[in-house]
């Protein structure tokens, strides 16, 4: 790495001087996706890396999980036979996923999960070392793993410790705020650099100072998923998501439209899923001072409180709001979530201190009573059977200030992962801008479905991926760094010319505007999905974004200018997000993944429900397409349908396959 000057102009007019940091390989973001990029770079004998980052102890990965946070792989336990194949069909099942990306997946996920193991997470095994494992949510085998509540924050404990024993240099307290791209021979365009805000600049120095500048031959883009676009969301509060900053450059994107919901805590931002509900919980909902008009409002839904309740515990299995299994199914309880909390504007809890009204064992499904009788859980409260098939779900919360014994959990259906973003490659190169790796959330990989934990093996096999692609094409150093200054410079001197605060007229407020924008999406791009409100939404998104671009932002310190580009970016993607949603709802695709798209003359949900909450049915003809977005900053976006690609057919002759590995062909 070294160091370098560029001169730009102040929003005064005065000279300003920035650092450059020049880089081969800079890796953006800290998750467990970023930071075993970035480790795998180190192996490869490629030294010249720097992480850039918020922080080591921000972004998602170190900060989420679930009662029982899953790890996806390849079967290894027992007489569950499997194979690559077998699991890339399982995760291609899902619909709109590509074939290819879906074998290397699947061909890796061991490599992944073995590396994992040897970096000293604990993933539990029997006597004789087999890697025990569990069904999760669209797993055919026992798939899944889990080291209990926390899986991505020890997964995160223990890169961070490799990467440290590595001697990788990390840059803590930026944030990033443009990508710089430049246009090479024969019209192709590359990454080149980035810009970023220096959250530890000196106190009292003008924000602007606080600027840097990155050049790099490679970018490992790590920034996680859209955490920042929903105002009902599960993401941590301190993971804003940065695919505006790609989005901005001109990147392209894919499978926008598809995002996971599900109920999760608000107080304490936690997904309930698994346990929290196969314990089966009161379901309450109250006025809006949490107090007033306690009721318990799911029974009338239900023919029977043995069915209400077998439903709440198959919510633990079916966490996501799934539109298939909302009519009959066990995501109507969302749905009705989604009524009390939005519609009716009341608040609803999860009270672990007593049964349900009505509660007996001998009520619930075979499934439901099998299962708690076998965890020796047929015990007299939700909490009681919680503390003896999870402890450790119950001490999660009580670590954050929340004693379920005390007090009911307040709930939501909140936003909590894209299956879609950037469109990668098989190598998690961006499709349309060359060296420029997106790797975990941030990466479309996913499509409409895919079994739970599949996303943490996802970003670790993108990181393997990345790392073997730029040490054999993109070792060396390519980057004209004259170019790069002159186009660096064009790029900072148009930022800084929105700064201009001596300007009258429109200064916008960064708190105000990512209220507004959150809202929206909560409300139009969420999991219920109505035609006619996203034909308005659009419209009001791009007059948000273009009033941001023709205004100036107000800040007074270095927290605020990071803050307030960060919510120009976030404000573009949410533009974007919603004209890929409209776009998918136009086409015809129905409901489908995690949300319903309204329609009059569509499928009942329930019959205490009228026609507004009838849903268009699904096509399932798109399962076999992928949707790709590219956007301008002007507002123009184009959305197409294309063919997704089928699992690719190997010969697997060893010979061949030996030499062309020898060859470097298989980077081709």
């Known amino acids: 790495m070294k160091l370098d000057l560029i001169q730009v102009h102040r929003p005064d007019g005065r000279g300003l001087t920035l650092p450059i940091y ?32 918020e922080g080591l102890g921000m972004g998602t990965s170190i900060n989420t999980g679930s009662d029982k946070q899953t790890y996806y792989k390849l079967s290894l336990f027992d007489g569950d036979a499997d194979s690559p194949l077998e699991l890339a069909e399982t995760l ?21 999960f073995f590396h994992l193991v040897e970096l000293g997470i604990s993933f539990p095994q029997d006597r004789y070392g087999e890697f025990v494992g569990y069904k999760t949510d669209h797993d055919p085998r026992r798939r899944a793993t889990s080291v209990g509540p926390y899986t991505s924050r020890e997964m995160c404990r223990a890169l961070i410790a490799a990467v440290k024993q590595a001697g990788i240099p990390v840059h803590e307290g930026r944030v990033v705020v443009a990508l710089l791209t430049l246009e090479e021979r024969g019209g192709n365009r590359r990454i080149a650099g980035a810009v970023a805000v220096n959250l530890e600049a000196p106190s009292g120095s003008d924000p602007v100072e606080s600027l840097e500048v990155y050049a790099a ?55 309930v899923s698994g346990t929290y509900m196969q314990v089966i919980p009161r379901f309450i909902s109250t006025e809006a001072d949490g107090v007033t008009d306690p009721r318990e409002f799911l029974r009338p839904y239900f023919s029977s409180v043995g069915e209400m309740n077998s439903m709440v515990f198959l919510k633990g299995y079916q966490w996501p709001f799934d539109a298939r299994k909302v009519a009959g199914g066990s995501s109507l309880i969302d749905l009705l979530v989604y009524i009390e909390t939005v519609i009716k504007k009341r608040r609803v809890f999860l009270d672990f201190r007593s049964d349900p009204e009505g509660f007996t064992f ?103 991926r990345a790392a073997a692609y730029i040490k054999n094409r993109y070792h060396g150093w390519t980057l004209d760094l004259q170019s790069f200054a002159t186009s660096a410079k ?12 001596e300007q009258k007229g429109n200064v916008w407020w960064w708190p105000e505007e990512r209220l507004l924008f959150q809202a929206r999406m909560s409300e139009a791009g969420a999991h219920v999905r109505r035609p006619e409100r996203l034909v308005t939404a659009v419209a009001e998104a791009w007059e948000q974004w273009h009033r941001l671009e023709s205004g ?32 998918a709802v136009r086409s015809g ?15 009942p949900v329930h019959p205490l429900l009228g026609d507004e909450w009838r849903f268009a049915p699904e096509d399932p003809s798109f399962r076999e397409k992928v949707l790709e977005t590219e956007a301008t900053p002007d507002g123009r976006v184009r959305n197409e349908w294309v063919a997704r690609r089928p699992i690719p057919q190997s010969e697997g002759w060893f010979e061949t396959a030996w030499a062309a590995y020898c060859a470097g062909e298989i980077y081709g």
């Open 490 to 501: 064009k790029e900072l001197d148009a930022l800084l010319s929105r700064l201009r605060q």
């Open 217 to 271: 031959e490679n970018i490992v883009f790590a920034v996680g998923g859209p955490g920042g676009l929903y105002k009902t969301s599960v993401y941590p509060s301190v993971h804003a998501g940065g695919i505006g900053l790609a989005l901005l450059a001109g990147a392209k994107a894919q499978n926008l439209p598809e995002s996971q919901f599900g109920l999760s805590s608000i107080g304490f931002r936690w997904n």
């Open 362 to 464: 001998e009520d619930l499904s075979r499934e439901a009573l099998d299962y708690l009788t076998n965890s020796q859980a047929l015990l007299p409260t939700p909490l009681a059977r919680l503390a003896r098939m999870n402890p450790a779900a119950i001490e999660l919360y009580r670590e954050h200030g929340i004693d379920l014994a005390s007090a009911p959990l307040e709930i939501a259906v909140c936003a909590q992962h894209n299956n879609g973003g950037l469109a990668g490659n098989i190598w998690w190169e961006l499709v349309n801008i060359k060296h420029l790796f997106p790797v975990g959330e941030v990466n479309g990989s996913h499509g409409v479905y895919r079994p739970g934990g599949a996303a943490l093996n996802a970003g670790q096999v993108g990181g393997f």
């Open 92 to 112: 291609f099942a899902g619909g709109s996923m590509h074939g290819d990306i879906a074998l290397v997946e699947a061909s890796l996920s061991t490599r992944a």
């Open 552 to 583: 100036v932002p107000a800040f007074e310190d270095v927290k605020d200018l990071a803050a307030a580009l960060t919510t120009r970016q976030l404000c573009f993607a949410h533009a974007v997000y919603l004209e890929a949603i409209a776009f």
């Open 22 to 53: 020049i880089v081969h390989n800079l890796v953006i973001g800290s998750g467990a996706a970023g930071l075993n990029a970035a480790l795998q770079l180190h192996k490869r004998g490629l030294d010249d890396v720097l992480i850039i980052t």
């Open 589 to 603: 695709v129905g409901s489908r993944g995690s949300a319903i798209v309204v329609d009059g003359r569509g499928t």
